[in-house]
């Protein structure tokens, strides 16, 4: 698939999907507690935000990629559960060149897409800061690692397994305890 094909879609389609290389991937949805501690985890990174520098905070929306793009031509986006950005221009498409953050809530078929795929592939395309969310069985927030991106090789590093609570450092400080993910 093109990006041309794929802005031709109708939008209740076009959320169904990512695009890697070309290829179209079904993306099942999570369950309403997975919703749930995404959107309540954006509105408080929403309010921990400085004012300056301007950055957004926004949920499943498209990142496309650019340097994957730059090395072989082909169209690829993934939808992040959460995606911290500087600020864009309105209308403009966000890339990876704009993402601060990005957060994958862990669903059931998701595992090895969040936890391998998307670590590499976020990594590469030089997001500074990925969180994994993993939810129990009863689906509550379990603990949250947070990767940060090593520069030089352009791998994610884990350097923290929040338990209770997030504290972040970058791309600003927040704190955001679990007991307010669960609702």
């Known amino acids: 698939m093109t990006e041309a094909d ?17 290829n179209i991937i079904r993306c099942q949805s999570g369950s309403p507690e997975h919703s749930d501690v995404a959107r309540r985890l954006a509105n408080h990174l929403e309010a921990a935000k400085p004012a300056e520098p ?3 905070v926004s949920t499943d ?12 031509g082909a169209f690829s986006f993934r939808r992040p559960n959460v995606t911290v950005y500087r600020c864009v221009e309105r209308g403009t498409k966000l890339t990876t060149n704009d993402a601060l953050l ?3 809530v862990v669903s059931p078929g ?8 998307k ?7 030089g997001i500074p800061v990925y969180l994994v969310v993993h939810l129990d069985a009863r689906l509550y927030v379990k603990m949250i690692h947070e990767y940060r991106l090593d520069w030089a ?6 350097v923290d397994t929040h338990q209770e609570a997030v504290v972040l450092e970058s791309p600003f ?11």
């Not at 794929?6 to 070309?22: F, M, T, W």
């Not at 929306?61 to 072989?72: E, S």
């Not at 670590?119 to 395309?125: G, H, M, S, T």
């Open 6 to 22: 794929y802005d031709l879609l109708p939008d209740d389609l076009r959320k169904l999907i990512e695009v890697i290389d070309g």
């Open 54 to 56: 301007c950055t957004r």
């Open 61 to 72: 929306v498209d990142v496309h990629f650019t340097r994957r793009r730059n090395r072989d």
């Open 102 to 104: 990005v957060v994958e």
């Open 110 to 117: 998701s595992g090895y897409t969040d936890t391998v795929d």
């Open 119 to 125: 670590l590499a592939e976020y990594a590469y395309e």
């Open 153 to 158: 090789t352009r791998v994610y590093r884990l």
């Open 173 to 183: 400080p927040a704190t955001v305890l679990f007991s307010q993910l669960d609702g």
